[in-house]
Structure formats: structure tokens, C-alpha cells
């Protein structure tokens, strides 16, 4: 069993920055895909990023590709969001997951998830 936590969310101007973090309970983590997403309203979850589980593999969303970058720290359990450049269009609940069976884009492949973390850019 994996629980994960987000935290970093909160209001920031166009252009600006904020580094999200994912805190898991569980002393599998280490060997967990770690996936990025976010949900606006009205909209579906979609696909942000994702790393593997030792962190030399990262793939990104194309509308964030040169802006976020995501990591992780085994040793703390954690994973982590860097958004850059932020633009009102990222304005979304946004969501980690993660799952044994390997990093994947589609919500679906992941079988733990956080309660989400609230990101508002204005312009």
C-alpha cells in the first residue's frame, strides 16, 4: 500500500514559479512510477509527467515540455514538480500518482493517487 500526499499549490502570477511536492507513506515507493496530473473544471484528467522509478527516465506532457521538470528523492519518499514560466492555462487541481507497473501517461495505470493540490496562475 502506497499513500501520497501533495503539497506546494497555491495562487502565483503568470510567469512565475511553484514546486509541488508528493509525500508517500509506504516502503515501496522506491520502486513506483511517480506520474503527474491535473484536472481542470470542466475538463478530463490529463497527463502532466512522469518518472520512473530511479529517476533517470522522465517523460512530459508536450504543453509542459521546457517548463516543468519532475524528480524524485527515494531516500525522503518524495517526488516532486517543478513548474516554470507558469501560464493561466496550467490553472488545474493537480494530481500525483504512482504504481508498480511502470511509468505510463493514461490515469488509469495508476492504482494510488493523492487528494490533490489546487495550482492558480493569474494572468
Known amino acids: 500500500q502506497v499513500q501520497l500526499v501533495e503539497s506546494g499549490g497555491g495562487l502565483v502570477q503568470a510567469g512565475g514559479s511553484l514546486r509541488l511536492s508528493c509525500a508517500a507513506s509506504?516502503?515501496?515507493?522506491?520502486?513506483?512510477?511517480v506520474g503527474w496530473f491535473r484536472q481542470a473544471p470542466g475538463k478530463e484528467r490529463e497527463f502532466v509527467a512522469v518518472?520512473?522509478?530511479?529517476?533517470?527516465?522522465?517523460y512530459y506532457a508536450d504543453s509542459v515540455k521546457g517548463r516543468f521538470t519532475i524528480s524524485r528523492d527515494n531516500a525522503k519518499n518524495t517526488g516532486y514538480l517543478q513548474m516554470n514560466s507558469l501560464k493561466p492555462e496550467d490553472t488545474a487541481v493537480y494530481y500525483c500518482?504512482?504504481?508498480?507497473?511502470?511509468?505510463?501517461?493514461?490515469?488509469?495505470?495508476?492504482?494510488?493517487w493523492g487528494q490533490g493540490t489546487q495550482v492558480t496562475v493569474s494572468s
Open positions: 500518482a504512482a504504481d508498480w507497473r511502470g511509468p505510463r501517461t493514461t490515469p488509469l495505470s495508476y492504482g494510488y
Open positions: 509506504g516502503r515501496t515507493f522506491s520502486s513506483y512510477a
Open positions: 518518472i520512473n522509478w530511479n529517476g533517470r527516465s522522465t
